[in-house]
Structure formats: structure tokens, C-alpha cells
């Protein structure tokens, strides 16, 4: 089966550069996703990108993708409190199938 | 406004009794998902449904059903919840498959079961 796997702790500093980093089992996963959790709340859709992508910028979010290590990463740039959250990395391959990882716990500290 | 909405969002039962955990999306969307979400082992999908009549098994369906006799609503049945269902649930629903389109969530209906 597919596994999708994540660290499951970040500190950082308010200021500095978060990377959250990903890897997936399947290759021919179509879509890699980013979605953040606050505390309560539900899943909310960060980014995504397309497996023929190997990069994708969107304001302080930066996607890296690389498919011959199977290999996400979602780096924040200038990470702020308000960035305290899960972040989950998800894959979509099968039409409807989603794979998520466990999340990773991102704690900023001022 | 936009959303995907369940009820009841905390829900404390007992052993055996029946209980149906209800998602309504106003997006139009196609595509709708049962996910639960335990410490430890992330998010697994334990239902999906491609269109109104159309649903199929994700990672987790035993002791699931689930029907869609209408586009906005996904309910989740539990016919006789036990205690390894405790947890937190999430419906999602996207226009198109998750390969080609992105999914919103609910806000999570946090289950517990005596």
C-alpha cells in the first residue's frame, strides 16, 4: 500500500524559515497536497502541486518536489505565530483515494 | 457562504447504539469523503463518493456505511458503534476527484463511544 510519512515535530522562531518535509511510497501519485489544522479546527487547503511540477511559489509558502526521491517539502518562509498548526501532506493517485501522512506539529516560539 | 458543515460536532455515546453523523456541502461539488483522524495515525479515508448513488470503500470502512441520495449530503452511519471508533471525523468534498481538484473540509465531529 501507499504511505506517506512525515517527522512528527518542528520548533522554529518567530522570523526564521520553517521546512516541513514529506515522503510518499507511490510514484504515480498525480496530485501532492499541504493542509494546515489550528487547533479545533478542520483542514484547511494550503497548497498543491502537480507531479510534473518541481517547484511552486505561492507568497511565503514554497513547494519542493522531487520525484525520484519521492520527496515533499513545504518550506514558510518568515514563519510567524500565527503559523502555530499541523501541517498534513496528502497524495491523490486513485481516482477518490486520499493518502495523508500523520501530520507534523509545527511550533513557532516568539 | 461556501462550506461543508456536520453535525453533531461532539457526539458521546454508548456500546451499540446506532448514530448517524451528518455532512451537507452548498458547493455543488460531486466528490464527497469520510475521513477519521486518531493520534498517531493521521487522517484515513473510510468512505468516498464520485456522485449522488455512487460510493466506494477508502482505507478504514468496517463498521462504516454510508449513503448519497443527494449531492449535498454525505451521512456516515455507524450502526452499532464500539468503543476502537472513538475519534475525530471529517467530511470533505471537492467538484471533481481528488486528482483534479481540491478538497474542502468540514470542521470535524469529535466522537466518543463508552
Known amino acids: 500500500g501507499e504511505d506517506v510519512e512525515q517527522s512528527l515535530f518542528l520548533s522554529v522562531r518567530e522570523g526564521d524559515s520553517s521546512v516541513i518535509n514529506c515522503t510518499y511510497t507511490?510514484?504515480?501519485?498525480?496530485?501532492l497536497y499541504w493542509y494546515k489544522q489550528e487547533p479545533g479546527a478542520g483542514l484547511q487547503l494550503l497548497t498543491y502541486i502537480f507531479s510534473n511540477m518541481d517547484m511552486k511559489q505561492d507568497q511565503r509558502l514554497t513547494v519542493l518536489l522531487n520525484k525520484k526521491d519521492k520527496h515533499l517539502s513545504l518550506r514558510i518562509a518568515d514563519t510567524q505565530t500565527g503559523d502555530s498548526a499541523i501541517y498534513f501532506c496528502?497524495?491523490?493517485?486513485?481516482?477518490?483515494?486520499?493518502?495523508f501522512g500523520d501530520g507534523t506539529t509545527l511550533t513557532v516560539k516568539p | 457562504e461556501a462550506q461543508v458543515t456536520q453535525n453533531p460536532r461532539y457526539l458521546i455515546t454508548v456500546t451499540g447504539k446506532k448514530l448517524t453523523v451528518t455532512c451537507s456541502q452548498n458547493?455543488?461539488?460531486?466528490?464527497m469523503s469520510w475521513y477519521r483522524q486518531d493520534p498517531g495515525l493521521g487522517l484515513r479515508q473510510i468512505y468516498y463518493?464520485?456522485?449522488?448513488?455512487?460510493?466506494d470503500k477508502g482505507d478504514v470502512p468496517e463498521g462504516y456505511k454510508v449513503s448519497r441520495k443527494e449531492k449535498r449530503n454525505f451521512p456516515l452511519i455507524l450502526e452499532s458503534p464500539s468503543p476502537n471508533q472513538t475519534s475525530l471525523y471529517f467530511c470533505a468534498s471537492s467538484f471533481g476527484t481528488p486528482i483534479t481538484d481540491t478538497q474542502y473540509f468540514g470542521p470535524g465531529t469529535r466522537l466518543t463511544v463508552l
Open positions: 496528502a497524495e491523490s493517485m486513485d481516482a477518490g483515494k486520499s493518502t
Open positions: 458547493m455543488n461539488h460531486e466528490y
Open positions: 507511490d510514484s504515480s501519485s498525480t496530485y
Open positions: 463518493s464520485m456522485n449522488v448513488e455512487v460510493t
